[in-house]
């Protein structure tokens, strides 16, 4: 009897598998168009999918061997089970291969159910917890049916009841592991997933690259609305990119706005947008809420307004200002969702169509458009701090080897000891140097970060047009928001330039032994990774290396190189400043303390800021430069 | 304060027109949106759902018009302007304009941030007008079709309520609340519409000598306090007249010539 119902089953499973699949991409296609290479990416969908995907669910050993048995065990079994029952091939060897892929599956949806016995917090419930006893139906129906067909138990073995049994554990696997795949159930990570690994908008993520410079906006259509408003104001591969979350909360773990109690979970904020595109409420979603926010308040739809004008919409916007756009939350997801690119596009909703940056944000924004700099100092002032340096000006000298980009911490006293201390050493190692002085305005950093891409752009335009008077072959910068920019967001408005940062820069000098150091003394000391040099740009080595280099008793953090958690500097958060529990520079004030360093050594004036925001007693905050300053071994013919 | 703040009475609207001119950031000197223009604007914006005119007087350029968009992208559509060469007197085109499509209720900043920046452009135009003016307001608090109530900025953060009859020019202070943000989008996408006026050559200004200005010495303010209280005592004191008179309940004419006295005892007036 089962085994004439058995086409039946699947084809009744597969056919309404494929209807959900068109409803779900119907639902994604109303999203913006996107420009991705769709057959290449099908092309590389596999290797993204069993390479990139694998190393980052990898950091989870248990979870990745566990989803290797069962998505192994899971397609291998589906295949097969098509094979052998819905169009009745006879083989002995793919019956036992069927029994084997499914008892793989099993072994999976075993460690599934163990890891799902006490939850840890960042996981979400609700049909989740279905999930594991699903996997175990499904394996164990296709299991037992194998069985007879490898002869390991006789034909009509059990009966009626097993029959019966059987065939309703079939319907209920099918209905989790292929309906549920395309209809919204948990599986949808599968299906969505797949599709959006093929079509996603920064390819070049994949195979090991890097791609976190935010996208340009267009402005040549002066009608066409500008940021996201409403979810199909995303573009289509975003909004698949939502579709994919698997709710495993990596993101929520590492979010520093989320462990400050600020209103902001990234696993929360995905899914929101997935009640978004669908439509509907967030009482049904079971993981953590955002701190604050109780869930079943917000409602949203395709076409409706994301941030509601007035009373509620889908989120608030204080959960998109508390945002500090470290990427830990990117970094993190197995999926390779971005959820920081959907927030800043959010933002800029925010700020260029309804002027509602938070806070000091609207202040800040006015400033650097009036000033050039987001403390509303005068531009002609910039630099004042180096009135006894004598640095060559690039205005006169026309030519130089490295332009220092000096960044807005030249108006910032405590900034203005780490860039003194950095021209200490560019002048130690003989290195020929020049900076473009009052020319130089804010990079655009902040005014992108807080939305107004229009600000950004007007400013790197205007940025880029200075640097095409001179003649330079680098660019060094302590600052890596600017560093960030000049180097990876730059070049989409036309300008391409060769970006140091100072720990890199002064690695390599000292490796082309252009710098003689004595050890520091001083204590023990724990690096800070900066997001926007780690994450952003992937520099973890050359900072540590001159750390060592100084013979420097170096300790490291629990949360350091790419787990590393933001001082909360990041993304405008101190100028929206959206409140919380607690500070996010406290939290990481108490990490350094934990590793029982007694100096922080930092490469960032955000960071430095926040840092020293701590009060004391606190382990002392001092740039590398500073550090490397204080160890050079200084020849009387230099100086 | 009971008063319904800054609402209009739904059941009689009153037009409002908000005047706006360029403004000069103090720093850089860059073209903006006036201060205090601004602040009229979101006054204005406050008051009623429906959206306030706005009309702008002056030149009309590349250079300008980054600055004037400023109001457009408070969330107004739209932005008249009377076209004016620099050396124009502004009053006769925005009285000329005001008289043919009047308004009942009339905002403006209390001084230029450009130009002759001497503050009387509303004491002129409500003159000129026959309208009511009042000056520094800092609040309106309720405004119906014949009256508003409106909170005028003195000195060390005193306010005086004020009932003025309308029609009537408000020129507001810098102690009213801050001007919203400006919205790039809105402030690209709204329109600025010339309308066609005379131009008044200025005569007065032609026949004046322009230098710049000479920095002056401050006055130094020598405090012997010995005390805390005292040095807060000091630095609070309110900038105390001496010398002065109070005269209460006279007749116009004593008043007029107890102030003549003094004018010609300061040798402001010389005959």
């Known amino acids: 009897m089962l085994t004439s119902l058995m086409p039946w089953l699947l084809a009744v499973a597969i056919l309404l598998a494929v209807v959900g699949a068109l409803r779900r991409a119907r639902l994604w296609l109303r999203g913006r168009a996107s420009n991705v290479n769709v057959w290449a990416g099908i092309r590389a969908m596999p290797k993204r999918y069993l390479v ?11 979870i990745s061997n566990t989803h290797v048995a069962t998505a192994g065990g899971f397609v291998l079994a589906s295949v097969l089970a098509i094979l052998l029952h819905g169009f009745a091939w006879e083989s002995k060897l793919l019956a036992w291969l069927l029994l084997a892929a499914s008892g793989a599956m099993l072994i999976g949806a075993v460690r599934v159910a163990k890891r799902r016995q006490s939850p840890p917090d960042r996981l979400s419930k609700g049909a989740w917890m279905r999930l594991p006893k699903s996997l175990m139906v499904f394996a164990i129906s296709f299991l037992i049916l194998s069985l007879p067909a490898v002869g390991l138990l006789p034909e009509g073995f059990g009966g009626v009841v097993l029959a019966a049994l059987l065939t309703a554990g079939i319907v209920w696997g099918l209905a989790e592991m292929f309906i549920g795949m395309t209809w919204g159930g948990p599986m949808k990570h599968a299906f969505a997933g797949a599709l959006h690994l093929a079509f996603h908008r920064r390819s070049e993520r994949f195979g090991g690259g890097r791609s976190t410079g935010l996208k340009a906006l267009n402005f040549d ?28 909360g990596r993101c929520e773990a590492v979010c520093p706005a989320f462990a400050a109690g600020q209103p902001l979970n990234p696993k929360k904020l995905i899914q929101d947008m997935v009640v978004g595109l669908a439509g509907g409420s967030d009482a049904s979603y079971s993981g953590s809420p955002y701190p604050g926010k109780p869930l079943g308040e917000h409602k949203g739809g395709p076409f409706q307004a994301i941030v509601a004008r007035e009373g509620k919409g889908l989120l608030d916007a204080d959960t998109l200002w508390a945002c500090t756009t470290c990427r830990a939350c990117v970094e993190e997801c197995p999926m390779m969702i971005e959820h920081v690119d959907a927030i800043v596009d959010m933002r800029r909703h925010l700020t260029l169509e309804r002027g509602q940056t938070p806070n000091k944000g609207a202040e800040v924004l006015e400033n650097l458009i009036a000033t050039d700099n987001p403390g509303g100092f005068n531009p002609g002032s910039r630099m004042n701090w180096a009135a006894d340096l004598n640095l060559p000006i690039l205005a006169d000298v026309k030519r130089t080897d490295v332009l220092l980009w000096l960044g807005d911490g030249a108006f910032d006293m405590r900034n203005q000891r780490t860039l003194r201390a950095f021209i200490k050493v560019l002048r130690s190692a003989g290195v020929q140097f020049a900076v473009l002085g009052n020319e130089e305005r804010d990079s655009g950093d902040v005014a992108r970060r807080l939305g107004d891409e229009a600000t950004f752009q007007h400013l790197a335009k205007l940025n880029i047009h200075t640097l095409q008077q001179y003649s330079f072959r680098s660019i060094v910068t302590c600052d890596p928001h600017s560093f960030h920019v000049l180097k990876n967001e730059y070049p989409e408005l036309g300008g391409e330039y060769v970006v140091y940062h100072h720990t890199t820069f002064m690695e390599r000098l000292y490796r082309d032994k252009q710098l003689s150091l004595k050890d520091w003394v001083g204590g023990r000391v724990t690096y800070h990774d900066p997001c926007y040099l780690g994450r952003y740009n992937g520099e973890y080595d050359a900072p540590r290396q001159l750390l060592d280099a100084l013979g420097i008793d170096r300790v490291e953090m629990t949360r350091s190189g790419f787990r590393s958690r933001c001082c909360g500097g990041g993304g405008g958060a101190p100028i929206t400043d959206i409140p919380g529990k607690q500070r996010i520079p406290d939290m990481r004030m108490d990490d350094i303390k934990a590793s029982g360093a007694n100096v922080v050594a930092v490469g960032c004036p955000q960071c430095t800021a926040m840092l020293e925001g701590v009060v004391e007693p606190r382990p002392q905050v001092l740039d590398i430069a500073e550090l490397v300053a204080q160890s050079l071994i200084e020849e009387e013919t230099r100086a | 304060m009971s008063r319904n703040l800054a ?38 914006l406050g008051l009623s759902d429906s959206e306030p005119r706005v009309i702008y007087a002056g030149p009309l350029n590349d250079s300008t018009e980054p600055a004037l968009r400023g109001y457009l992208g408070m969330g107004v559509s739209e932005l008249k302007v009377l076209r004016q060469s620099e050396q124009n007197d502004i009053v006769p085109a925005l009285s000329g304009f005001l008289d043919n499509s009047p308004s009942s209720l009339i905002l403006c900043g209390s001084r230029a941030e450009l130009g002759e920046s001497s503050g009387l452009v509303p004491y002129q135009l409500a003159d000129a007008l026959g309208y009511t003016l009042v000056s520094n307001v800092a609040v309106i608090e309720e405004v119906t079709a014949t009256l508003a109530v409106v909170l005028q900025a003195l000195p060390r953060g005193q306010r005086r309520r004020i009932e003025v009859v309308l029609p009537a020019i408000l020129a507001v202070d810098t102690a009213s609340p801050v001007a919203r943000q400006v919205a790039y989008a809105k402030a690209s996408r709204g329109f600025i519409n010339c309308v066609v006026t005379d131009a008044a050559e200025d005569d007065a200004t032609e026949q004046w000598h322009y230098q710049p200005a000479r920095k002056r010495p401050k006055r130094l303010k020598i405090i012997k306090a010995t005390s805390a209280r005292d040095r807060f005592k000091a630095a609070a004191a309110k900038a105390e007249g001496t010398g002065g008179q109070v005269l209460t309940s006279v007749s116009a004419e004593e008043g007029a010539v107890a102030i003549l006295k003094v004018l010609k005892e300061e040798g402001v007036l010389k005959t």
Not at chain 1, 221 to 248: H, I, M, R, S
Not at chain 2, 11 to 20: A, G, N, Q, Y
Request: hydrophobic share 40%; charged share 25%; aromatic share 6%.
């Open chain 2, 7 to 44: 609402r209009l009475h739904s059941s009689d609207e009153v037009s409002v027109t908000v005047l706006v001119s360029i403004g000069k950031h103090p720093v850089t000197g860059r073209l903006r949106r006036a201060d205090q223009d601004a602040r009229a604007l979101e006054m204005a």
């Open chain 1, 221 to 248: 259509d002066a009608q066409a609305p500008l940021g996201v408003e409403k979810p199909t104001d995303f573009t289509w591969n975003q909004l698949l990119g939502f579709d994919a979350c698997v709710q495993c």
């Open chain 1, 52 to 62: 990139d995907l694998h190393h980052v669910v990898e950091r989870d050993r248990y």
